[in-house]
């Protein structure tokens, strides 16, 4: 009964592994200038357009390629990240069956400025980040946190961000629209309400400890 069994789970193991997903690999729309590449077990197929705005430098961009489950869910997905001198934005599509990412998406396009106002940096290398930005689109949180560029510099992160981007900040690196020029150190850290990345708030927190230290030194 024992060999059955690890019979059986052998057999299933090797069935699971050799039923990994086909994805095609590749920038741009035409699948004939593209790659039909095998995934990791756990991965699923996606399609990627993104935009990127800095400073007036608008690109546009469509990638195809495997993308860990963890990402996203099976169906269609729209991310933003907005920090006033930059933006950026992108729909994906992911699916489950062998060569299902072949579909042309559209780009996210203008996006709706929304009510909510977050804190951003006065510029890419600057540490002072006081200036107010205006959210746009699906961006529903505030964000604080910090990157290293190519060069190794430590950038800080501030502005606004879907709630969805933030919640997979460690994953980044798997995007392309993010991870190609920077590389996530700490956070991201992410809130619901206007201002509420703002450094001052942070040192909010800290107050009601220092009035308590400095309280049990007069006594």
Same mark, same amino acid.
């Given at each position: 009964m024992m060999k059955l069994i690890l019979s059986l789970t052998l057999i299933?193991?090797?069935s699971s592994t050799a039923e990994a997903l086909k994805c095609w690999h590749g920038l741009g729309t035409d699948t004939k200038q593209q790659a039909l590449l095998p995934c990791n077990s756990t991965d699923l197929c996606a399609t990627l357009a993104y935009q990127v705005n800095t400073v007036g430098d608008f690109t546009i961009s469509k990638s195809r390629s495997c993308l860990p489950s963890s990402l996203f869910s099976e169906g269609?997905? &729209?991310?933003?990240?907005?920090?006033?001198?930059?933006?950026?934005a992108a729909t994906v599509h992911v699916c489950?069956?062998?060569?299902?990412n072949d579909?042309?998406?559209?780009?996210?396009?203008t996006l709706k400025r929304n009510n909510l106002q977050c804190f951003t940096c006065d510029d890419r290398f600057s540490a002072a980040c006081n200036n107010v930005v205006k959210c746009f689109g699906e961006q529903d949180r505030c964000i604080n946190g910090t990157v290293a560029d190519n060069e190794g510099k430590t950038l800080p992160v501030s502005g606004c961000i879907s &709630?969805?981007?933030c919640e997979i900040g460690p994953l980044w690196k798997y995007l392309p629209l993010l991870a190609s020029?920077?590389?996530l150190l700490s956070g991201p850290k992410c809130c619901e309400s206007s201002f509420c990345n703002s450094a001052w708030s942070v040192k909010l927190n800290v107050i009601p400890l220092l009035f308590g230290l400095i309280t049990l030194i007069i006594y």
């Open positions: 299933w193991t090797l269609k997905h &729209a991310f933003s990240f907005y920090r006033g001198f930059e933006s950026r489950s069956t062998d060569g299902c579909q042309v998406i559209p780009y996210p396009g &709630a969805n981007l020029d920077v590389k």
